[in-house]
């Protein structure tokens, strides 16, 4: 499988849900974060550093459970800015892709 080089949209959506993934885990240490999840400590790391923009979601949503964030909350810090999102010909915003 190939994967598609990432647009800087996603690139700055990965490092906002870095930032906010580290915010919340705060002094939780990282493996103790990651095994309460079921991920890879590597794999909450690459998250946390921004180096995977679009993980997957069963990934996210494990994270977050762990953390006590509602996927609402995920989702309010790293959607686009307004007016970035193209808009359908029924004028409903198009939602940016959260995983590949």
């Known amino acids: 499988m190939v994967r598609l080089p990432l647009t800087p949209a996603e690139v700055e959506r990965g490092q906002r849900l870095g930032a906010l993934l580290r915010r919340a885990r705060g002094e939780r240490s990282m493996l103790d974060t990651a095994l309460d999840a ?3 400590p590597e794999t909450l790391r690459k998250i946390e550093s921004g180096r995977v923009a679009t993980p997957a979601f069963p990934t996210i949503a494990a994270i977050a459970d762990v953390l006590g964030l509602s996927l609402d909350e995920v989702w309010a810090e790293i959607r686009p800015a307004e007016g970035a999102a193209e808009q359908s ?7 940016g892709r959260l995983a590949s």
Do not use: E, I, L, N
């Open 38 to 40: 079921g991920v890879s």
């Open 89 to 95: 010909a029924s004028g409903r915003r198009t939602p």
